[in-house]
C-alpha cells in the first residue's frame, strides 16, 4: 500500500490546532498552507474521524467553547481534505510498532502505522507520541518544530 510521493500523515493533534487556537496553530497553519500550495495529500488512520469530532465536543461539554462555535468548527472539520486509509494491515504494523518501542498500547502508533505504510511522514503535536519513538523513527515530525509560514486567518 505505497502511497505517491506527495502525502503526508496527520493526526488529530494537528487538525485540532487548525480548528482551535493553540499554542502551535501559527506551526500547524503554515504546514496547512505549504501542503495545499504543494498539493501534498493528507492521510490518516479511521481513528482520526472519533477523535477529532469528540475533542470539539469535549471542549463545547466543558463550555471551553460556545455551542454555536462546536457547531462551526465541527462543520470546518467535516471539510477538511484528509483521506482515511482503512484495512486490517494498519492495525498488524501499529500492533509491531508498539512492540518495538515497548509501549502498553497500540492507540497511537495507528497513525505511524499509516506513514510507515503508506512512506510518508507523520505530523503531531503529540509530545508523548512524539517522546516515544524519538531517535528511532525518522518520520515522525513534531509541529512545534516546524518553521514556515505565517499563521492563516480562521
Known amino acids: 500500500m505505497t502511497e505517491k510521493p506527495g502525502s503526508v500523515c496527520v493526526d488529530a493533534s494537528l487538525a485540532l490546532a487548525w480548528l482551535l487556537a493553540d499554542t502551535h496553530s501559527e506551526q500547524a497553519d503554515g ?9 501534498i495529500e493528507m492521510v490518516a488512520p479511521p481513528m482520526f474521524h472519533a477523535e477529532v469530532a ?9 463550555k471551553e467553547i460556545s455551542p454555536a462555535e462546536g457547531e462551526r468548527l465541527f462543520a470546518m472539520y467535516l471539510e477538511l481534505p484528509v483521506r482515511i ?20 498500547v497500540c492507540y497511537d502508533m495507528q497513525y505511524l502505522a499509516v506513514a510507515e505504510l503508506a512512506d510518508c511522514e507523520l505530523w503531531t503535536l503529540d509530545r508523548k507520541l512524539v517522546n516515544a519513538v524519538r531517535g ?4 515522525v515530525r513534531w509541529v512545534g518544530e516546524y518553521i514556515g509560514k505565517k499563521k492563516l486567518s480562521r
Open 54 to 62: 469528540s475533542s470539539i465536543r469535549r471542549n463545547v461539554y466543558f
Open 85 to 104: 486509509i482503512e484495512g486490517h494491515q494498519i492495525y498488524r504494523k501499529a500492533w509491531e510498532l508498539a512492540q518495538q518501542f515497548n509501549l502498553p
Open 136 to 139: 528511532k523513527n525518522k518520520r
Open 31 to 39: 504546514l496547512w498552507q505549504e501542503w495545499t500550495e504543494r498539493a
